[in-house]
């Protein structure tokens, strides 16, 4: 069954996004089981969860196991409680200025707080407007990520400073780890992290640290050996079916829950010794004839433009090369072995073929394939290629 909630209309593009409800379901529970009992779960869904739609997963989400949700923005957050979801607490874990604050307050929408410019606008809002019940906040503490929060050095005496501020209450602490998978360099985060947190005399509800890579290669007893027990994790690119881990212990069993299909809207035979697209680079030659598919697609609806002639896709079980400079709106594929290919025919850019027995390379796959060899370590990365699918997309979610 195939629902268009979120679309005013059947959608009328031949490009599209499958979002499998049933995988996301799947991943929630697998995590649940891997994470201990005591942790509670929150799930990260900033940037439209990932570009797999916030709003349209949220039901399955808190129907599978999450407790809480984290989003970049209180943008984000809005969207969520005027989307119906009241009660689900939320917090900001990026940057909310000053002047939103009373948006936040007003919709029970909890923050994170790491400067004094915040705490100010606080005292100042709730002297003001006394909320009913204490405002809720999350400390940020800068542990080593060295992007957001107040330095480890500083954080205990400025908590105390946010615990003593009338009608606040700091109900969480948290920092974020820069290399999840790196032990010694998370157990120094965890150290500093544990040494702000065992100084406070009253602790806040809630203590988190760990990330999906976090939560995944370092087991809790390592962050306990550290003195720092955390009784949150806060997972989001393993919601969606990847780790972002290059591990090699054990991990949970999970599906990818986007995939990226297009249909075939026009076939032409390419003579031999000519070149595909704009630039017509000799890397898209070849000196026989081919016969080449286009797809509906392109850079603008966030297939990157750097993946030209490094890309495979998939149909009618078989895996062929993408040819060409990919263009803003359309794309090339090489279906020259491909038999009976079909105007209309299912190509598979990116999950599962269903029509196949083969998968189609997954996002982690895409991402060996746009390393450059000017700077591989600012390839592209399975998160910035779901985030990029969401501009013109339609998504058809399914259970």
Wanted: charged fraction near 15%; proline fraction near 7%.
């Amino acid at each position: 069954m195939k629902l268009t909630r979120s679309l005013p209309v059947q959608p009328r593009r031949d490009a599209w996004v499958d979002i499998n409800l049933d995988a996301l379901e799947h991943n929630v529970r697998a995590l649940r089981s891997t994470v201990p009992s005591s942790q509670a779960i929150m799930a990260i869904i900033k940037a439209d969860a990932y570009g797999h739609g916030a709003v349209m997963c949220l039901p399955t989400l808190l129907g599978s196991g999450v407790d809480q949700l984290g989003v970049a923005s209180l943008d984000e957050a809005l969207q969520i409680r005027q989307s119906g979801f009241t009660d689900v607490p939320i917090l900001v874990v990026g940057p909310a200025p000053p002047w939103a604050l009373a948006e936040a307050v007003a919709n029970h929408i909890a923050i994170a707080v790491y400067q004094q410019e915040q705490l100010t606008a606080l005292q100042e809002l709730l002297t003001k407007q006394p909320p009913i019940q204490p405002y809720a906040i999350h400390i940020k503490v800068d542990t080593g990520m060295n992007r957001l929060g107040v330095p480890w050095q500083q954080a205990t005496e400025f908590i105390q400073q946010a615990q003593a501020i009338a009608g606040l209450e700091v109900l969480g602490i948290f920092s974020h780890l820069a290399c999840g998978d790196d032990v010694a360099f998370s157990a120094l985060q965890a150290q500093r992290f544990a040494d702000v947190v065992n100084a406070l005399p009253i602790k806040p509800r809630w203590i988190h640290l760990a990330n999906t890579p976090g939560s995944l290669a370092i087991p809790p007893a390592q962050w306990e050996s550290l003195g720092l027990h955390t009784n949150m994790a806060r997972l989001g690119i393993s919601l969606w079916g990847y780790t972002g881990l290059e591990y090699s212990g054990s991990l949970p069993l999970l599906k990818p829950v986007m995939a990226l299909r297009a249909r075939v809207v026009q076939l032409h035979t390419v003579p031999a010794h000519e070149g595909i697209s704009y630039g017509q680079h000799l890397v898209s030659k070849a000196d026989k004839a081919r016969l080449i598919a286009t797809l509906p697609l392109g850079y603008a609806d966030g297939v990157p433009r750097g993946l030209s002639n490094r890309m495979h896709v998939s149909v009618r079980n078989q895996v062929i090369p993408q040819v060409g400079t990919i263009t803003m709106d359309q794309l090339m594929v090489d279906v020259t072995n491909v038999p009976d290919v079909q105007v209309g025919d299912t190509v598979t850019l990116l999950g599962s073929d269903v029509a196949a027995t083969k998968d189609a390379p997954p996002a982690t796959t895409l991402t060996d394939w746009s390393q450059t060899q000017s700077n591989p370590d600012y390839s592209v990365i399975e998160y910035e290629l779901m985030c990029a699918l969401r501009v013109r997309l339609p998504r058809l979610y399914s259970r």
